[in-house]
Nanobody
Framework: QVQLVESGGGLVRPGDSLRLSCVAS????????MSWVRQAPGKGLEMIAS????????NYEDAVKGRFIISRDNAKNMVFLEMNRLKVEDTAMYYC?????????RGQGTQVTVSS
């Protein structure tokens, strides 16, 4: 079955960087678009970045554009989210998602907390 396992979250200060990783299994990864979504405390799921299969074209939500970079390694069935210049408002649970739908299959998430 589909399995997605995220890692790399933590407690950081504003301005710091983090790199999230997601290992995927149970489906044909290299032909599948992948996304990262997040859920801040008391808020709904928010799609923040996606990457297509093949050439790997990317899209970003405005709040993270220019700070976050999504990438993938098809040989390892992994997708990454490099997060730079983190802000307090980036605090959320981050999920790796199969496909381009916010409510697609996702893992258990990894917590990112940005606090001074």
């Amino acid at each position: 079955q589909v399995q997605l396992v995220e890692s790399g979250g933590g407690l950081v200060r504003p301005g710091d960087s983090l790199r999230l990783s997601c290992v995927a299994s149970g489906f044909t990864f290299f032909v599948t678009p992948m996304s990262w979504v997040r859920q801040a405390p008391g808020k709904g799921l928010e799609m923040i970045a996606s990457i297509n299969a093949g050439a790997g074209g990317t899209n970003y939500e405005d709040a993270v554009k220019g700070r976050f970079i999504i990438s993938r390694d098809n040989a390892k069935n992994m997708v990454f989210l490099e997060m730079n210049r983190l802000k307090v408002e980036d605090t959320a649970m981050y999920y790796c998602v199969r496909g381009l739908q916010t409510l697609g299959d996702r893992g258990q998430g990894t917590q990112v907390t940005v606090s001074s």
